[in-house]
C-alpha cells in the first residue's frame, strides 16, 4: 500500500478530521491519526453524558437533586462541554 | 423520541421507578453503559484473538482474566460465560442426561430447566414444595427413594433453584445437597436471582455446577450468564471437540462442544465484564436490599386484607403479594377495573407492574436507593387510602 493509497483511503471515509501522517516510505510501517483527540472527545462526552443518564435514574421518578448531586450535575456539564469544544476545534478548525 | 425508524428510545429507568420482578438486578451499571458505546460491534472482542482461537483465551480486553475472577467469585474452579442462564442448563442437561433418565427438579423450577432436560430426552421428576412454599431435604429424599423405586435408576442430575422465581423465597440449598449427595446425584445450583446481588459460594453450599444470569442479576445485557463448575466436572462439561470431518479431513481445535464454540462475543460479555467489579462489591451490601425490600413489604400489609405471600421476613428482594382482599376490591368497582392499580403507581411515577392485576402480583426493590424504596413504601400506602381501604 502507498502513501498515496492511504491518502485516498482517509479521505474516502468522508470525515473532514481524519488525516493521516504517514511515517515511511518504501515500507510503511505506521500510522498516526491526527484526529485521536476528536475520538476520545466523543468518547468522553458519551461517558459524561452516560454518567449524567445514571443521575437521572438514581433520582428518578421527579429528578430533585440533592446539593451533592447538583455538584456532581455541575461538573459533569463542565466537563462535557470540554469535550464539545475539543470537538469544535478538532472537526470544525 | 426514536432511536431509529420506528424504535422509541427506551427511558423507563430514567422517568420511573421500575419494581418489575425480573428487571432489577439486570439494570446495567456506568461502567457496563460505557463499555457497551465502545463495543456494539458485531464481533468487537475478536480484535485480539489469537492461537488457540478460544474466548477464554482472550488476554485484550482481559477475556481470560474475567473468566478466572467469575470462578473464584462464586467459589467454584472452572467457569465460562454463556447467552443466559439457560444455556448453562443446557451444558450440563447434555453432558449428563441421557434418553428416558428422570431428572430432578423441584416444583419451584424455572421453566427452562424443565426444556433442557427434555431436549435430551430426560423425564423431570418434581420434589414438591412445602406449605409455606419451600423446598426441603427431607421432601428431596423422599422424591430420590421414589424415583429409585419407580425407575430403578438414579437421577443423573438434581436442578435446584437458589431463589425461586414464583416466590422469591431462599431454599435451604446446602442441606438439600447433602441429601442428592448422599446418593451420588450431582446437583445444578440455579443463581439465576441470587449470583451477583447476593452472597454465593458455590462450594459452601456445596453444589457441583453454579449458573448465574447476567441480565437477571449481574448488571450486564441480554442474554448473558455463567457456567461455573468444580474441577473434577470441568472435563466432561467443557469437553473439546474431537471431530474430524470426512472428506476435507478437517478437525476444530479446543472448541468446547457443549459451548458451541465461543459464546459471548460483543456487549453481553463486555457489558457483563464492566460491571463486574461493581457486582462482586455489590453482594456484600446485600442487607440494605433486604432492608429495603422490608420496608416495602411492612407498608403493603398495613394495608388490611393485604397477604406477603413470600416468606417473612425477607429473604430476597423479590416479593409476591396477595392483594385480592385489598386493591382487588377496589378494582371491582373502580371505572379502571384492575387498571386502576398501575395506572395509580404510574401517575406516582412507580412502574413495573402488570398493568391489570390487583390479584397476585410480584414486585422486586433491588437497587432502588433508599429514597426511592421509601417513595414506593408510601405510594402503595397513599394509593389504599385514596381508595377507602383502611391502612393501620
Redesign the interface.
Given at each position: 500500500m502507498s502513501q498515496k493509497d492511504l491518502t485516498v483511503q482517509g479521505e474516502c471515509v468522508g470525515v473532514q478530521s481524519i488525516r493521516y501522517l504517514i511515517v515511511g516510505f518504501s515500507h510503511i510501517s505506521m500510522v498516526i491519526l491526527v484526529s485521536k483527540p476528536a475520538i476520545d472527545a466523543v468518547?468522553g462526552a458519551?461517558?459524561i453524558l452516560?454518567?449524567i443518564?445514571?443521575l437521572?435514574?438514581?433520582t428518578?421518578?421527579?429528578h430533585v437533586l440533592d446539593p451533592a448531586q447538583k455538584g456532581e450535575a455541575e461538573a459533569l456539564l463542565a466537563g462535557l462541554e470540554k469535550q464539545v469544544e475539543v470537538l469544535r476545534r478538532e472537526l470544525l478548525a | 423520541m426514536k432511536c431509529a425508524g420506528n424504535i422509541e428510545v427506551r427511558d423507563v429507568?430514567?422517568?420511573?421507578?421500575n419494581i418489575d420482578p425480573i428487571q432489577a438486578g439486570g439494570?446495567l451499571t456506568?461502567e457496563a453503559?460505557?463499555a457497551i458505546?465502545?463495543y456494539g460491534d458485531g464481533y468487537s472482542v475478536c480484535d485480539n484473538c489469537r492461537k488457540p482461537f478460544r474466548l477464554d483465551y482472550i488476554r485484550t480486553p482481559p477475556i481470560d482474566v474475567f473468566h478466572r475472577d467469575l470462578a473464584r467469585f462464586l467459589n467454584l474452579d472452572v467457569a465460562r460465560v454463556v447467552p443466559g442462564a439457560r444455556r448453562g442448563f443446557q451444558a450440563v442437561a447434555g453432558t449428563y442426561v441421557g434418553k428416558g433418565d428422570p431428572v430432578l427438579v423441584t416444583a419451584l423450577s424455572h421453566y427452562t430447566e424443565i426444556l433442557a432436560i427434555e431436549g435430551c430426552g430426560g423425564i423431570p421428576r418434581e420434589i414438591p414444595r412445602s406449605r409455606d412454599n419451600l423446598i426441603t431435604p427431607d421432601a428431596t429424599a423422599e422424591k430420590i427413594e421414589e424415583v429409585i423405586r419407580e425407575t430403578g435408576k438414579t437421577p443423573p442430575l438434581l436442578f435446584l433453584d437458589h431463589v425461586d422465581y414464583a416466590y422469591g423465597n431462599l431454599h435451604p440449598v446446602a442441606e438439600i445437597t447433602k441429601v442428592a449427595h448422599g446418593y451420588d446425584i450431582p446437583v445444578l445450583l440455579n443463581g439465576a436471582y441470587t449470583v451477583g446481588i447476593m452472597p454465593v459460594d458455590g462450594r459452601e453450599i456445596g453444589a457441583d455446577f453454579v449458573v448465574g444470569s447476567g441480565h437477571k442479576s449481574m448488571a450486564a445485557p441480554a442474554p448473558s450468564g455463567v457456567l461455573a463448575v468444580r474441577q473434577e466436572r470441568a472435563g466432561e462439561v467443557f469437553r473439546t471437540t474431537s471431530a474430524r470431518t470426512d472428506v476435507t479431513g478437517r478437525t476444530f481445535g479446543i472448541k468446547e462442544v457443549e459451548m458451541m464454540g465461543c459464546t459471548l462475543m460483543g456487549v453481553t460479555l463486555l457489558g457483563m465484564m464492566a460491571s463486574f467489579p461493581a457486582v462482586r462489591e455489590r453482594v456484600n451490601h446485600w442487607d440494605r436490599e433486604l432492608s429495603n425490600a422490608q420496608r416495602v413489604v411492612d407498608a403493603l400489609r398495613r394495608i388490611e386484607g393485604t397477604v406477603i405471600q413470600s416468606q417473612y421476613p425477607r429473604a430476597h428482594t423479590l416479593t409476591r403479594v396477595d392483594t385480592t382482599r385489598s386493591f382487588d376490591l377496589v378494582a371491582e368497582k373502580h371505572k379502571k377495573k384492575g387498571f386502576f392499580f398501575s395506572s395509580s403507581l404510574k401517575a406516582?411515577?412507580?412502574v413495573g407492574i402488570i398493568p391489570g392485576a390487583t390479584k397476585v402480583w410480584k414486585f422486586n426493590t433491588y437497587g432502588l436507593?433508599d429514597a426511592?424504596a421509601g417513595y414506593v413504601a408510601e405510594a402503595f400506602l397513599e394509593i389504599a387510602r385514596e381508595n377507602g381501604l383502611s391502612v393501620s
Open positions: 468518547f458519551m461517558f452516560t454518567d443518564r445514571v437521572l435514574r438514581k428518578a421518578p421527579h | 429507568e430514567e422517568s420511573s421507578i439494570r456506568p453503559m460505557k458505546i465502545a406516582k411515577g412507580i436507593t426511592q
